[in-house]
């Protein structure tokens, strides 16, 4: 089992940045892939970014070149940089792991918002 929790979220204003960090507990030494998705009312859940354990990436089109994704092995944490905001970009963006056995653990969320 993985624990994911996610945290960094809030409001920030149309241009602005903020951080968003995921971090794994549990059995760690399983982790395979770090994605980032959100989810804006009244829409499907979308990926966002990925990271897998050979440290290649993966984003959506909406956010490349706006969005970065890193991986701290030693900490088990993945972060999103998010920079130049749009109000599209709010959603509760939430963090999936998946093992290597192909299980998906999800965390609980974190709201962000961005006003125009």
């Known amino acids: 089992q993985v624990q994911v929790v996610e945290s960094g979220g809030g409001l920030v204003q149309t241009g602005g940045s903020l951080r968003l960090s995921c971090a794994a507990s549990?059995?760690?030494?399983?982790?395979?892939?770090y994605g980032w998705y959100r989810q804006a009312p009244g829409k499907q859940r979308e990926l966002v970014a990925s990271?897998?354990?050979?440290?290649?990436?993966n984003f959506a089109d909406g956010v490349k070149g706006r969005f970065t994704i890193s991986r701290d092995y030693a900490k088990n944490t993945v972060y999103l940089q998010m920079n130049r905001l749009k109000p599209e970009d709010t959603a509760v963006y939430y963090c999936?792991?998946?093992?290597?056995?192909?299980?998906?653990?999800w965390g609980q969320g974190t709201q962000v918002t961005v006003s125009s």
């Open positions: 999936r792991i998946t093992s290597r056995y192909r299980n998906y653990y």
């Open positions: 549990g059995s760690t030494v399983s982790i395979d892939e």
């Open positions: 990271v897998n354990s050979g440290s290649s990436t």
